[in-house]
Structure formats: structure tokens, C-alpha cells
């Protein structure tokens, strides 16, 4: 057997190896938690250790920038929460600029385009990129153009690579939310992105006990201008919250195999059942084959019947609990038309797909026959 020559390690090893610490004086194999808001300076402007001040940097969230950056062979700034990150890079643009989005996403981002930075002179505008017919020119003024892949909560795939030869032809950038399939599925940089943004509250730290977000790059000049705003903005982490994430990341690759392989199961069993109108998955996509390595622990049904027969089968879960949010190692159930996704008049979320019967599903980590039988039960 022939040896793997690389000098890049594989992602399975960058996972759990990136960001620990060399020069530990205690030899610590994970970084500590350096809960200081400020550090001491040898002479006026000119810090010990690298930093003044815990919102300009910190030890410990330096390491899981240092990790974040390595998975995407690029450079990570690391913030408070995923919409504390997207108002972090939409402060890139200026009044005047435009942003084409993916329709399909979650409601919290077009809630920020809508209501925060459209009344501040951003134009928005709106495309299903799953379709041919978003594929025609961007407008002149297009600065940014923003999609997830998969979308959230329908679980569209968008080809990245065709989304950013779209973008880089009228000059603007490339930003993927990537936190649905996470850089252990799915390497947006490598597909032409300019960013890869994340909620890491989700798989990226994976046990649903912190709030956080990212940005990855590879572009210096653009790194040091998002460095800047981390700052000057100031949505920043909490050591802590910058510990748990990357305690997390450690099991990232090994999780999302789980997740993957226990919605696979799922759909398996859902996808004929008499009382499911229809299955979202990404397993049938030949984008996905070509740019995801796994299919995810995602999935969304459609369910025959209307709004009281969503709440009974709700009601008769034992294992997948009602929740918010997604991607711990627990199954959670969403009903993103009276949850996540609330916040759009009703007409327009059930033309896009998101009506009364519409449930998303996070497939945890737990025994999938448990989990399969779970549903049945509650469907019968």
C-alpha cells in the first residue's frame, strides 16, 4: 500500500489538531480560557501578548479563528452570532450598492436585508438560483450576491462555482452560508466563494449549549478590512462561547457522517409513507453529488393534512423535540412557517413552499432505528 503524500493534512486531522496551542507554558493539549478583557502592555501601545483589549483579540478566540481558517485553507474571523457576522461583511457595502439573494433562506437573514440595511440605502433583490432564469445579468450595481446551499428550509442545492462565475463577471462578491452543510461537506472557497459565513451555534459547535457566527476568506485585503469592522463593530465572542465552538469542531468530521447516514435512514422511511406529501432532501441533486461530500442531516417533509394534523403528530414525538434552531446532536423539529420563518406574510411564505403542513427536521446522532420508528409511530 502506497502512502498518501500531501502537505495539507486531511480535514479529519485539521479538525481536531488546528488551533492548539504551541507555545502553552503548561503544555495544555486544548486552549485555555483566557476570561481577561484586557492585558497588560510593556510600554504605551505595544501589548505583551499580541492584544490590549478582548473585543480587538483573544487567546482563545484566536484559536478557533486559527482552526476555522485551516478547515477552509483560508482565514477566519469569528463573532457573536451567524446574523452578527452577515451585518459584519453587509458593512462592506455602502449606500447605493445592491445585494442579490437566494429566495429560499433563512428568515433571519432576509430580515436583516429588508428591515435593517435596505432602509440604510442597500438595494435587495431577490432570485431562486436553483432556477435557469436567475442566471441572467446581475444589475450594474450588484456588489454582493448572498445564497445557501443547501436552502433553508426547502433544501434546494445551488451550484456554487455557476453562482460565483455569475457574480465575478459583473464584479461583485461571492458569500455562501454554509452552515447547513458545514466546510466538512462542503468547501464553498474551493467552488470560486469569496466567503464562507456561518451560524457556528449549529453544527460547527453541534451540542446546542452557545450562540456564535463566522466568515472565512482567502482574500487578505478583504480579511483585513472584515478584521477592522469585527472590531469597530464589536460582535464579538465570549471566550467561552469561542471554547465550546471549538471543543466542538473536534467531532465535526465524525458527527456529520452520523447525521448524514441517520437522514438518509429517514428519508428512506418517509419518502413513500401514505401520510407525507413530499420529502426535501439533497441525495436526489447531481449538484450535490459534484459538490457535496455527504447529503447532511437535513430534511424537510411535507405532511398530508393541515395545521391540526401537523400539531398532532407534533404532539405524539417522543424522541424529536420542538425547537428552534438545529444541527446538535439531538433531533429536533421545526415548523418554520410559525417559527423560523414567521416573519414573512403568510401569502408569500406558503408561494414559496413554506406553508401550514412544511416541517424541517434536524436528524440527530442518536440510534436511527429509534429515531425512524419515532416518526412512524407518530405518524400512524
Known sequence: MTSKKHSIPSFATRAVQAGIPKTDPYGAVHPPIYYASTFRQIRPGEPLGGTEYSRTGNPTRWA?????????????????????????????????????CEEDVYAGTRRMLDQVFAPLGIRVEYRDFSSEDAFSPLPPDTRLVWVETPTNPLLKVIDIARVAELAHRSGAWLAVDNTFATPALQQPLD???????????KYLSGHSDVVGGAIVTRDATLYERLKYLQNAVGAVPSPMDAFLILRGLRTLHLRMKAHSENARKVVEALRDHPRIRRVYYTDTSPVAQRQMRDTGGMVSVDLQGDFETVVTFLQRLKIFQLAESFGGVESLINHPARMTHAYRPREDRENRGVTETLLRLSVGIEDPEDLVQDLLEALA
Do not use: I, Q
Open 64 to 100: 478557533l479563528e486559527e482552526a476555522l481558517g485551516a478547515l477552509e485553507e483560508g482565514k477566519a474571523l469569528t463573532f457573536a452570532s451567524g446574523l452578527a457576522a452577515m451585518d459584519t461583511l453587509l458593512h462592506l457595502l455602502k449606500k447605493g450598492d445592491r445585494v442579490v
Open 191 to 201: 467552488e470560486g466563494a469569496d466567503f464562507s459565513v456561518y451560524s457556528t451555534t
